[in-house]
């Protein structure tokens, strides 16, 4: 039997599988091989057949394991800040305006655009580094900031090696819908159609795109144009995602929802009416509260409204240069639990399982289970509570992804020390 075929057992664990029933054993115990999970469960109901095939025994001493920690709405890759932009908020001009007096988005344009795509992912790579650091295994990145064909695929593909140097996924979506470039400043239906018929196609074509999303709402594009846009992702068998009332309600996710969108994400803005029709669709709500907190808003998401349409609640980073300067899951998880009201369940679940649906990756990642990959995080806390509870305090142990340490230590003196494994393929 060669080494790939052995397996791997991970022993004196306490294990919060996140599935639907939010199963946990204490103590537990895993079995991995190939990358993959062969099983898990009580450890004392280890099948005696499985133990006979254990190459390795890893001691876990302990410690909570949960499954790697899934970032399902990010604009990591992006050139410079908006730190300024940001002092004006704090002086009381709003988002808006500074949008329309051509900041906003179109700063981070600009920046972009300047920087080459060696100096876009020297930039990116720290934000990244951030996030694996507290336990992601999975993220998604979407473009946006480039606004021409040539900057869009330079995005996506420093997205595509930031997968290769680092021991992450990177799902990636394509939002040139972001803002109306000044290439086509009053022309938003031309650039929706020029986005449509060319870019998607020549974009996917190269492999550099997993998904589609649309900024819909009032300084974004309308319903309408989000519609001829997910038709053209639908001709291409692609996924699709939206931002959607985050400054105000304009139809985006009832539209999103007819295309069963994977997720709506923001939703400030959306009602009882746009919960019923996400829950009918089976489309996740993407919470950001990084973001919601950026802006200063005073408008929360509907969540008892989602909760009694038993919508899925993921939560995300929203990490971008303008709303949400920040690269930390845990911060938007405690934000998710303190201003939006979540539960330290709903928000366990919003990072694991809920966040695995809003990407359409539930049959690989997000929970622990058989014939799940091998990915999950190893946390020096007394309860998955903690999860929701600290701010700034990365309790983040040590992360496995296909069955492999890939950063700290496994045992609780390395939990202080532990180290992030360098840059390599992978």
Not at 189 to 212: F, M, N, R
Not at 240 to 247: F, G, I, P, S
Request: net charge negative.
């Amino acid at each position: 039997m060669s080494s790939e075929e052995r397996a791997r057992l991970w022993m004196n664990a306490r294990i919060a599988t996140c599935d639907e029933a939010m199963t946990c054993f204490e103590p537990g115990a895993l079995v991995t091989r190939g990358g993959r999970i062969s099983w898990v469960g009580a450890a004392d109901q280890l099948p005696w057949e499985l133990r006979r095939e254990v190459g390795d025994t890893l001691n876990l001493h302990g410690a909570w394991v949960t499954p790697g920690l899934i970032d399902c709405h990010t604009h990591l890759v992006f050139a410079g800040t908006r730190a300024a932009e940001y002092a004006r908020r704090l002086r009381g001009e709003s988002y808006e305006d500074i949008a329309a007096s051509g900041g906003g988005i179109l700063t981070t344009v600009r920046a972009t655009r300047a920087a080459s795509e060696e100096q876009l992912l020297t930039q990116s790579a720290p934000r990244l580094e951030s996030l694996l650091a507290e336990g992601v295994t999975t993220l998604e990145v979407k473009s946006g900031y480039g606004l021409t064909l040539a900057d869009e695929a330079k995005m996506l593909r420093v997205a595509r090696r930031l997968a290769q140097l680092y021991p992450v996924r990177i799902v990636t979506s394509f939002l040139a819908a972001h803002m109306v470039p000044p290439e086509f400043a009053g022309q938003p239906d031309a650039y929706i159609d020029t986005l449509a018929k060319q870019w998607l196609p020549q974009l996917h074509g190269s492999g550099l795109v997993d998904g589609v999303d649309i900024f819909c709402d009032r300084i974004g594009f309308n319903a309408a144009q989000a519609g001829r846009l997910f038709d053209a992702a639908a001709a291409l068998s692609l996924p699709v995602h939206m931002h959607a009332e985050q400054l105000a309600n304009i139809g985006g996710s009832v539209l999103a929802s007819r295309y069963h969108a994977l997720s709506c994400d923001h939703l400030e803005w959306a009602g009882e009416t746009e919960a019923a029709a996400l829950a009918r669709a089976g489309t996740v709500a993407v919470l950001l509260p990084v973001a919601f907190y950026g802006l200063a808003e005073t408008h929360r998401p509907p969540i008892a409204a989602l909760r009694s349409a038993e919508v899925r609640m993921a939560v995300a980073t929203d990490c971008n240069p303008g709303s949400a300067p920040g690269a930390s899951l845990l911060l938007a998880l405690n934000m998710a639990a303190r201003i939006f009201g979540l539960t330290a369940e709903e928000v366990l679940a919003g990072c694991t399982r809920q966040a695995a649906h809003a990407l359409g990756l539930q049959g690989e990642i997000g929970t622990l289970a058989a014939g799940q990959r091998a990915d999950f995080a190893v946390w020096a806390f007394g309860t998955p509570e903690e999860l929701a509870y600290w701010s700034g305090f990365n309790r983040c142990r040590a992360v496995v992804v296909a069955g492999e340490l890939v950063r700290g230590s496994l045992t609780p003196a390395g939990a202080a020390g532990a180290k992030q494994i360098p840059r390599q393929a992978h």
